[in-house]
């Protein structure tokens, strides 16, 4: 890992946008043990309850332009990133108290995940990481950032189908959802642009990193860095005639982190992807479906600052 800027921030006036639905009710508890917290300390802080990804992003904007110091995230990814945009913005620190079903990005940020008090008490210590952002540059003029995964065709469709399954949790939760996806995989013709490189291939899937894991610790970009300025992609090749065994094992090896090595990933590096794919696929970001392809992505380098663990 590239060294990333470090600093310490006086932490003033706090405002909270949190799910409590989140984690199947785990932002709830979370959310009163955090608010406990705070009032013990004496510290200033406004909750916002969030609805929707569009009701949480309006919340997080409206906070910051009323003058908050600082943007609590108390929720899981599908929180953490619509409230991304306004974190950029307005140049605000960034905390996260997780208590969702994947995590992602507390994970990437060392951030403990099932420890309300300690991640609290990293946002009071004052403690930032400089980290890098992505940017999904959608065909219809519109864009939206975010902090670990950008995921297209497979790997969507299970972080779609993840959201309708109240059991099991974590990681589980997210290989029930993969393999309750692949009798529906399909095949996609992928034409990738990396920077100057352009690659045409069959592929189930295509994920672009600025971190290492999705789906709740699922590590399909191992070396993915989010303070090292560059994207890591990993196409899961689908050659035509592929046995679906081999698809079964495959995945196994996302869910194990053993992607590296092996012939049906491929690899590459870049600060800017561009994808279009035959048929259509659907594009998820931090885990939640927010367009599709065809997209440009690009890699917002040194975006914000997070409250992190020294």
């Known amino acids: 890992m590239s060294s990333s800027r470090k600093s310490t921030n006086t932490v003033g006036r706090l405002a909270i946008i949190a799910n409590p639905a989140s984690g199947h009710g785990a932002g709830q508890r979370t959310l009163g043990a955090a608010t406990a917290i705070l009032r013990g300390r004496g510290v200033s802080h406004e909750v916002h309850v969030g609805t929707s990804r569009e009701h949480s992003s309006q919340l997080a904007h409206e906070a910051a332009e009323r003058g908050a110091d600082a943007l609590v995230v108390i929720g899981g990814d599908g929180t953490v990133q619509p409230v991304l945009r306004s974190v950029l913005t307005h140049d605000?620190?960034?905390?996260?108290?997780?208590?969702?079903?994947?995590?992602?990005?507390?994970?990437?940020?060392?951030?403990?995940?099932?420890?309300?008090?300690?991640?609290?008490?990293?946002?009071?210590?004052?403690?930032?990481?400089?980290?890098?952002?992505?940017r999904a540059s959608f065909s219809d003029g519109t864009d939206e950032l975010f902090a670990?995964?950008?995921?297209?065709?497979?790997?969507?469709?299970?972080?779609?189908?993840?959201?309708?399954?109240?059991?099991?949790?974590?990681?589980?939760?997210?290989?029930?959802?993969?393999?309750?996806?692949?009798?529906?995989?399909?095949?996609?013709?992928?034409?990738?642009?990396?920077?100057?490189?352009?690659?045409?291939?069959?592929?189930?899937?295509?994920?672009?990193?600025?971190?290492?894991?999705?789906?709740?610790?699922?590590?399909?970009?191992p070396r993915a860095s989010a303070d090292?300025?560059?994207?890591?992609?990993?196409?899961?090749?689908?050659p035509r005639h592929l046995p679906r065994l081999s698809l079964l094992r495959g995945l196994v090896q996302v869910i194990c982190g053993h992607v590296e090595n092996n012939p049906l990933f491929r690899e590459l590096h870049g600060r800017e992807v561009e994808l279009y794919c035959d048929p259509p696929a659907d594009v998820s970001l931090d885990g939640d479906i927010v367009g599709s392809l065809p997209t440009v992505f690009d890699v917002v380098a040194d975006a914000i600052d997070v409250f992190a663990p020294r």
């Open 228 to 238: 090292d300025g560059v994207f890591d992609i990993v196409m899961g090749t689908h």
């Open 92 to 134: 605000l620190p960034l905390g996260i108290v997780p208590a969702g079903s994947g995590n992602d990005t507390a994970r990437m940020l060392d951030i403990p995940l099932d420890d309300a008090a300690r991640a609290v008490q990293i946002i009071l210590d004052g403690h930032t990481r400089r980290i890098d952002l992505g």
């Open 148 to 221: 670990t995964i950008a995921a297209t065709g497979f790997d969507a469709a299970v972080a779609e189908r993840a959201q309708d399954l109240s059991w099991p949790s974590g990681r589980a939760l997210f290989a029930l959802a993969a393999l309750r996806q692949l009798p529906m995989l399909n095949r996609h013709h992928y034409e990738v642009r990396v920077d100057d490189v352009e690659v045409e291939t069959d592929a189930a899937f295509t994920a672009i990193a600025n971190g290492p894991t999705y789906g709740a610790g699922m590590r399909i970009a």
